[in-house]
């Protein structure tokens, strides 16, 4: 054995500069007792984001089949292959919804709320039947999944197909994990939908809360900093770009706020363009165009045009001996 290999980490760390490693445990242990929020020992139950990640992928590859495979489908071998991804996706996803179940009846129990006490084969049976009633919407999510397809490209003229926009759009991300997360939080299940859209947030730069409700033909074109809070409603063929925000007035009264509807309601055909901020409990018409940059917290009637009012932009040439600076006017408008 070499003197590397023989030597005590302790010594190591002393050796390198830093504190021995024992005295590093212990310190660092020690902030777990004073500070349990940040922990979670000893716990039976706890759901698991690498496994909540996995659950995305295999929905991914059941609503888009031959997009996201190691190997090439055919017809002949699809029912195979979608019963074969059903299968580990209803294992896979019964087990995590066991966890976040018993996890969240366990927190209940801590914070003295009322008893939700679910053990042994109650909890199992409850699993399993949110289980099956989340694949069964399987069909519902690709149909609306199909819209958004479809949206994305007739509204992009950049795009080349609607394969493009599935393998490459990051608001067709977004929004294929929003609608996987959505129904599971219609169906009361906690932490899972959370979990998937701050996986989604991370992956795309669009933060779309799954308690959120948008229809169909739903497209966010180039997306990042796009903000959708969890009251807010979108009716179809809504547009929207880049840096908007759907988002609450002030919630200063934190949890009192909790289940109050505190987000706009945008109406169908609205588009929304880059950078507008739109906050409260206030609806925007159907038909209306929300210009970029626009703060607003007033309600708008359907079929109108919002716009913050123009600013005349200046250009000048570099000043010269003996010339004046020449000045032209551009008008801006909000195509993108």
């Given at each position: 054995?070499?003197?590397k290999?023989?030597?005590?980490?302790?010594?190591?760390?002393h050796?390198n500069g830093?504190?021995?490693?024992?005295?590093?445990?212990?310190?660092?242990?020690?902030?777990?007792d004073s500070?349990d929020?940040?922990?979670?020992?000893?716990?039976?139950?706890?759901?698991?984001?690498?496994?909540?990640?996995?659950?995305?992928?295999?929905?991914?590859?059941?609503m888009?089949?031959?997009?996201?495979?190691?190997?090439?489908?055919t017809?002949?071998?699809?029912?195979y292959?979608?019963?074969?991804?059903?299968?580990?996706?209803?294992?896979?996803?019964?087990?995590?919804?066991?966890?976040?179940?018993?996890?969240?009846?366990?927190?209940?129990a801590?914070?003295?709320?009322?008893?939700?006490?679910?053990?042994?084969?109650?909890?199992?049976?409850?699993?399993?039947?949110?289980?099956?009633?989340?694949?069964?919407?399987?069909p519902?999510?690709?149909?609306?999944?199909?819209t958004?397809?479809?949206?994305?490209?007739?509204?992009?003229?950049?795009?080349?197909?609607?394969?493009?926009?599935?393998?490459?759009?990051?608001?067709?991300?977004?929004?294929f994990?929003?609608?996987?997360?959505?129904?599971?939080?219609?169906?009361?299940?906690?932490l899972?939908?959370?979990?998937?859209?701050?996986?989604?947030?991370?992956e795309?730069?669009?933060?779309i809360?799954?308690?959120?409700?948008?229809?169909?033909?739903?497209f966010?074109d180039?997306?990042?900093?796009?903000?959708?809070?969890?009251?807010?409603?979108?009716?179809?063929?809504?547009k929207?770009?880049q840096?908007v925000?759907?988002?609450?007035?002030?919630?200063?009264g934190?949890?009192?706020?909790?289940?109050?509807?505190r987000?706009?309601?945008?109406e169908?055909?609205?588009?929304?363009?880059?950078?507008?901020?739109?906050l409260g409990?206030?609806?925007?018409?159907?038909?209306?165009?929300?210009?970029?940059s626009?703060?607003l917290?007033?309600?708008?009637?359907?079929?109108?045009?919002?716009?913050?009012?123009?600013q005349?932009?200046?250009?000048?040439?570099?000043r010269?001996?003996?010339?004046?600076?020449k000045k032209?006017?551009?008008?801006?408008?909000?195509q993108?």
């Open positions: 054995m070499n003197e290999q023989s030597t005590h980490p302790s010594l190591a760390a050796a830093g504190v021995p490693l024992d005295e590093l445990v212990q310190s660092l242990v020690a902030t777990y500070n929020r940040m922990s979670h020992l000893d716990a039976e139950f706890l759901p698991s984001r690498a496994r909540t990640i996995e659950i995305i992928e295999l929905v991914r590859r059941l888009f089949p031959g997009f996201f495979d190691d190997t090439r489908l017809s002949e071998i699809i029912r292959h979608v019963g074969d991804l059903i299968i580990q996706l209803r294992a896979l996803l019964n087990d995590q919804i066991r966890q976040a179940i018993r996890y969240d009846e366990n927190l209940a801590e914070n003295s709320e009322e008893d939700k006490n679910c053990t042994g084969e109650t909890c199992d049976e409850k699993a399993a039947r949110l289980t099956a009633e989340f694949l069964q919407r399987l519902h999510i690709r149909h609306m999944l199909s958004d397809i479809q949206a994305a490209f007739d509204g992009d003229p950049a795009a080349r197909s609607t394969d493009e926009t599935i393998f490459c759009y990051p608001g067709i991300d977004a929004t994990i929003h609608r996987v997360a959505h129904e599971l939080f219609n169906l009361g299940i906690p899972l939908p959370r979990i998937m859209s701050e996986y989604a947030h991370n795309t730069g669009i933060d809360h799954p308690g959120a409700t948008i229809d169909e033909s739903f966010i180039h997306g990042t900093g796009v903000v959708i809070g969890e009251t807010c409603i979108i009716g179809k063929h809504v929207v770009y840096g925000t759907l988002g609450a007035l002030s919630t200063k934190g949890q009192a706020w909790r289940g109050c509807k987000h706009p309601t945008i169908d055909n609205v588009t929304i363009y880059g950078g507008a901020i739109i409990d206030i609806v925007i018409g159907n038909g209306t165009t929300i210009g970029g626009v703060f917290t007033q309600a708008i009637p359907p079929n109108h045009t919002v716009t913050m009012k123009a005349e932009l200046e250009i000048r040439e570099r010269r001996k003996g010339k004046k600076a032209t006017e551009h008008v801006l408008d909000f993108i």
